[in-house]
């Protein structure tokens, strides 16, 4: 079953605008969401994280949005850039214990200039 | 330098034929993990190491053993690899539930 799971699969926009990534989950228990950038050919790197007890986290241009009661989060990254062409994908654990990850299948970004 | 190895990064066997894929990381990590990434699913967890043989299955560990003799290096291995076992491996490391650091992948191909 998909535990976590993340829309739309592909994304496209222009230079200087925001991009919205959309990440849902099903566990009420998880409370750990980090959010990781992946380019073609290299391992996925941690990009931001949340934990469940924040509604909102910002680092620069990239912004995660978390509602807790619908189980949904978001990942807005406001100017995007042609270097932001990525996959990102949303994770969640329950960070204490077993320090599994489970993924989404990825959102497909990319920036045309 | 916090960095993750993986060797091969390309790796082509043929059905039934044994696969080695290793790992190394320098930052003393505890905890490393396996995963494979194929379009569509995600990253998949196939185990999971918390020290020195100390190992746990993760979701997908049909077909997979590992082992891992020291903290800085984890394998694993397919005995008799399937065709169906064709995918891109990663390989990862934290401390303890800290941010988990990726290598650059394997690209396994079972012909």
């Known amino acids: 079953q998909q535990q976590v799971r993340q829309s739309p699969q592909s994304l496209t926009v222009w230079e200087g605008e925001t991009a919205i990534l959309n990440c849902s989950y099903e566990?009420?228990?998880?409370?750990?969401f980090p959010w990781y950038q992946q380019f073609p050919g290299e391992g996925p790197a941690l990009l931001i994280s949340?934990?469940?007890?924040?509604d909102k986290k910002e680092d620069g241009r990239f912004t995660i949005f978390f509602n807790k009661r619908e189980k949904k989060l978001s990942l807005h990254i406001t100017d995007s850039q042609p270097g932001d062409s990525a996959t990102y994908f949303c994770?969640?654990?329950?960070?204490?214990?077993?320090?599994?990850?489970?993924f989404g299948a990825g959102t497909r970004l990319k920036v045309i200039a | 330098d916090m960095k993750v190895t993986q060797m091969p990064r390309y790796l082509i066997k043929r059905m039934g034929e044994n696969v080695l894929l290793e790992c190394g990381q320098d930052?003393?990590?505890?905890?490393m993990y396996w995963y494979r990434q194929d379009p569509g699913l995600g990253l998949q967890l196939i185990y999971i190491?918390?020290?020195?043989?100390?190992?746990s299955e993760g979701d997908i560990p049909k077909g997979y053993r590992v082992s891992r003799k020291k903290r800085e290096h984890f394998s694993l291995i397919l005995d008799s690899a399937k065709t169906n076992q064709t995918s891109v491996y990663f390989c990862?490391?934290?401390?303890?539930?800290?941010?988990?650091?990726f290598g650059p992948g394997t690209r396994l191909t079972v012909l």
């Open positions: 930052m003393s990590h505890e905890t």
């Open positions: 190491s918390y020290d020195v043989d100390s190992n």
């Open positions: 994770a969640a654990s329950l960070n204490t214990g077993n320090y599994k990850y489970v």
């Open positions: 990862a490391s934290s401390r303890d539930w800290g941010e988990q650091y």
């Open positions: 949340i934990r469940s007890v924040s």
């Open positions: 566990d009420s228990t998880f409370n750990y």
